[in-house]
């Protein structure tokens, strides 16, 4: 009987994965790192707290020496349940199925390398007797992918912070530039699904030394659903159920006009679609003579089994 040999497969070359990933010269690429961060913050959040989530889940993105590319500093901090061992496990797999059922495809964390070149992550996890902390750099370029320091995280409670630095000279002008309003906007509009009709957590961003400053609170009377509804469509051959959300808004620098908004795993995908023509014009004004917009976000599992091509498809 002739010998059955087997092998296994080799770990992706995310070096070469990433090379190939393509990232336009923009702000919101460059602000993708910390909505993914962001998101992987509000997963920990909501396996900590569960339905609390929204009372009991603090997220902090700070920038350290904004508008100096050479000195500038990110980190997103949340209280969450930490790096677990089956977290962590899934960190050190690319493309990990850990998240598949939230529609995570595992690939969020290596986007970073794409803009910096330094990456810090500290955790803290307890869970009655059970006790872990873990310091180290994250580095996809370098012989070593995981470089461990002694030490504690410098927060006390349970959680996770990732720290980015070293912006690649590429993004500096986009460095130079950014302000707060941009990044509170930018993360409002990534997330806006879950000002509509999830929970969302205590956001707060800090630039320099300035006061910090409460997304949700900002966002939350904003932000409110006027109406909702379902409509039946027919995608790839097949009749699909989407649901759609409306909300009105004051019109801003950020929004300026009528738009539609694809969502996809609670995130928005790709870029605003103009609806002044659709409306017959850019916007509305009001019985007190101020002017709004009207946002729609369409979303469904049609979008969610199709996130990927959906994100290539919007964009």
């Known amino acids: 009987m002739t010998e059955q040999k087997t092998d296994t497969l080799q770990k992706p070359d995310m070096r070469a994965v990433l090379s190939r990933t393509h990232l336009p010269h923009e702000l919101n690429s460059l602000l993708m ?13 909501e396996e900590k707290y569960g339905d609390k989530a929204a009372s009991e889940g603090e997220i902090s993105i700070v920038f350290k020496n904004p508008n100096e590319p050479s000195k500038t500093e990110i980190s ?29 495809r595992g690939f969020g964390r ?9 990456i810090l992550y500290s955790s803290r996890y307890e869970f009655m007797s059970s006790k872990d902390v873990r310091c180290f750099r994250f ?25 980015y630095d070293s912006p690649l000279k590429p993004w500096h002008e986009f460095f130079r530039e ?6 509170r906007d930018s993360i409002a509009n990534n997330f806006l699904p879950y000002f509509l009709y999830q929970w969302l957590p205590k956001i707060t961003i800090q630039f320099g030394d300035g006061k910090p ?5 900002h966002f939350q009377g904003i932000f409110i659903e006027f109406d909702k509804g379902t409509i039946e469509v027919s995608i790839d051959g097949f009749n699909e159920t989407l649901n ?20 996809a795993a609670n995130r928005i995908v790709g870029n605003p679609r103009d609806l002044t023509n659709l409306l017959g014009q850019p916007h509305f004004t009001d019985e007190e003579n101020k002017k709004y917009i009207v946002l729609a976000v369409v979303s469904g599992e049609a979008f969610d089994r199709r996130l990927e091509s959906v994100r290539k498809l919007y964009e």
């Open 139 to 163: 580095d996809i370029n370098g012989d070593d992918e995981f470089i461990y320091f002694d030490g504690e995280p410098d927060f006390e409670h349970t959680g996770v912070r990732v720290e």
């Open 33 to 45: 790192p910390i909505m993914e961060a962001v998101s992987n913050a509000m997963y920990g959040i």
């Open 213 to 217: 400053e409460d997304i949700r609170e």
């Open 178 to 183: 950014i302000n707060i309003e941009g990044v």
């Open 76 to 104: 997103i901090t949340d209280n969450g349940v930490g790096l677990t061992e089956e977290n962590y496990k899934s960190f050190q797999t690319p493309f990990s199925g850990y998240r598949l059922d939230k529609k995570g």
């Open 110 to 118: 290596f986007i970073a390398f794409k803009i910096f070149s330094r």
């Open 244 to 263: 759609y959300s409306l909300t009105k808004i004051p019109k801003t620098k950020s929004y300026k006009n009528h738009c539609l908004l694809f969502s």
